[in-house]
């Protein structure tokens, strides 16, 4: 159930600044699958790719954090 709470906001922020999920993986140096594995809740990121993701997107982590 976490693991789907971050990947909805991860792809709402994702969506919300331009990113396509290519574009998104490769600014974060990992495959298109790790990022989609995340997006739908099969993958539970870890606390240092979601800095990554914060800093990517300009966002501060608090934001991003499953409300």
Known sequence: ???EKWGRRIRAFRKLKGYTQEGFAK???VS???VGEI???NRVP???FLL???QTLDIPLEE???K
Do not use: F, K, T, W
Request: negative net charge.
């Open 27 to 29: 600014d974060l140096g």
């Open 64 to 66: 991003l954090a499953p």
């Open 1 to 3: 159930m976490e693991a």
């Open 39 to 41: 997006e739908r809740g």
């Open 52 to 54: 990554e993701v914060a």
């Open 32 to 34: 298109i699958s790790v």
């Open 46 to 48: 870890s606390q240092s």
